[in-house]
Structures are given as structure tokens and as C-alpha cells.
Nanobody, 124 residues
């Protein structure tokens, strides 16, 4: 069992930055790839980024165009998502997720555990 708790969301203006954090607990959390997703009202949950268990490989959704960076610290059992140049269309609930394995993927079905989400609202 893995428990995930996100934090760092809030209300910001367009162009601002935010750093989301996810704390993982559970014996196998550091051996799993981790991902960040988001869900806007009326839309499906969307893949943003994933990082391998070792932290050596990261992948991003093409739509982000380099604005977001995922990182992890296995010693602290945390995963972060640095978000820069935020836009109103980034407004959503952001979720941290733990993959079934060490590599992860963009496929939502690959993720076994989910946090409760943190709200990010970007005003224009």
C-alpha cells in the first residue's frame, strides 16, 4: 500500500510559477515510477510527466513545451512538479500517482495509487 499526499497548489496569476510536492509513504514507494496528472472541470484526467524509480528518466506531455519539470528525492520520499510560465488553461486539480512498476508510462492505467489532488488556479 502506498499513500500519497500532494501540496503546493493555490491561486496565482498568469506567468507565475508554482512548485507542487507529493509525499509518499509505504514500503515500495521508492521502487515505483511516479507521475503527475491533472484534471480540469468537464475534462478527462491528463498525463503531465513521469519519472522513473531511480529518477534517471523523465518524460513529459508534448503540450507542456518545457514549462514543467518533474523531480524526486527518494531519501525524502518526495516527488515535485515545478511549473513555470503558468497559463489560465493550466487551471485544474493536480494529482500525484504511483506506478505499478519502476518505469511508468503516459498510460493512466499504469498507475496504481493516487493522491487526493491539489487545486491550481491561474488567473489572467
Amino acid at each position: 500500500q502506498v499513500q500519497l499526499v500532494e501540496s503546493g497548489g493555490g491561486l496565482v496569476q498568469a506567468g507565475d510559477s508554482l512548485r507542487l510536492s507529493c509525499v509518499a509513504s509505504g514500503r515500495t514507494s521508492s521502487s515505483r515510477a511516479m507521475g503527475w496528472f491533472r484534471q480540469a472541470p468537464g475534462k478527462e484526467r491528463e498525463f503531465l510527466a513521469r519519472i522513473s524509480a531511480s529518477g534517471g528518466i523523465a518524460n513529459y506531455a508534448d503540450s507542456l513545451k518545457g514549462r514543467f519539470t518533474i523531480s524526486r528525492d527518494n531519501a525524502l520520499n518526495t516527488v515535485a512538479l515545478q511549473m513555470n510560465s503558468l497559463k489560465p488553461e493550466d487551471t485544474a486539480v493536480y494529482y500525484c500517482a504511483a506506478s505499478k512498476g519502476r518505469s511508468g508510462s503516459q498510460d493512466i492505467s499504469e498507475y496504481e495509487y493516487w493522491g487526493q489532488g491539489t487545486q491550481v488556479t491561474v488567473s489572467s
